[in-house]
């Protein structure tokens, strides 16, 4: 995974690698997280993104493990 990394670190992904191949982000679509309101909690980061393969992604990021993960995969989808 590529990133930007702003004032903090994998701030917003700017390329992955799926499957052996690099997909460039082209836009970042949308943005969200689930959970990190209490210190107990994890925060998860949810990217929804348009790949320049012209197909759009979800990938999250999990700042615990500082890992990523393709979720979904959208085919057809017109931009």
């Given amino acids: 995974m590529e990133c ?3 004032y ?3 701030e917003t992904p700017r390329a ?3 499957r052996g191949k690099r997909y ?3 836009e970042i679509k949308d943005r969200w997280y689930e959970g ?3 210190r107990k909690s994890i925060r998860l980061d949810y990217y929804k993104v348009l790949a320049d393969d012209g197909e759009e992604y979800i990938l999250r990021y999990h700042g615990l493990f500082d890992k990523w993960a393709l979720l979904l995969k959208r085919s057809g ?3």
């Fill in 36 to 38: 990190g309101i209490s």
């Fill in 4 to 6: 930007y990394s702003g």
């Fill in 8 to 10: 903090k670190a994998n």
């Fill in 77 to 79: 989808i017109k931009t």
């Fill in 24 to 26: 460039g982000i082209v």
């Fill in 16 to 18: 992955f690698v799926w």
